[in-house]
């Protein structure tokens, strides 16, 4: 088992400017966070649309660092290969929206990226337990999928703190990631639990200063915690 023992932080491109995503993720990369998320959502499986595989191709050349495509859409396995296409190294599906997720998981690995599951906050994580070999991220839902701006459920830290023990009771090599209302005033409590990788989006792009001093007190206070 590798142990993550510093944080990573995740950036969520769902507050930026969309007219100017190139110079926003380069203002992304140049703040110091170390990936971004690409908030993929159809109108279907939640309440929002967003963005194809084409707008993430078109910032591939813009920055160095790493990219995820969080599928939040109905169907993801018939354009699993557009999202590496574009440019993402990691693909997550969510645990909900697959017939057969130990399939869709391994397609993802045969693509070449590595694989994710998300689950949201009513689904358990007995949900994931039997095809964790074949999970490279587990992304716990600390809101429910669709918007940004939303309020961390803190009820989901027992989840967390679950999946942490499992990952490493197994001795897996699997980042547990959280996503939604992650804050520098939430992020703590999330470490505490168990998380390592964490997504934040308005808490990045919204506030007083420069996004590169927010990515700092992030990352400051998830390392007082893991530490």
Known sequence: MVEITSPLLVASVLPADFAELGSQVRMIEKAGVDR?????MDGCFVPNITIGPDVIAA???QVDMGFEAHLMVADPDPMLSRW??????????HAETTRHLHRTLGRIRELGARAGVALNPATPL??????L????????MTVNPGFGGQSYIAGMEPKITAARAEIDRRGLEIELEVDGGIGAST????????????????????????????????????EREIA
């Open 84 to 93: 590496v296409e574009a440019g993402c190294g990691i693909v997550i599906v």
């Open 59 to 61: 910032c591939r050349d």
């Open 133 to 140: 070999e074949l999970v490279d991220l587990l992304l716990v």
């Open 126 to 131: 007995a949900a994931v337990e039997h095809v």
């Open 187 to 222: 992020i703590g409590a999330a470490a505490r639990a168990g998380a390592r990788v964490f997504c934040a989006g308005s808490a990045l792009f919204d506030g007083p200063g420069r996004m590169a001093d927010r990515v700092l007190a992030m990352r400051t206070a998830a």
């Open 36 to 40: 971004i998320q690409w908030d993929v």
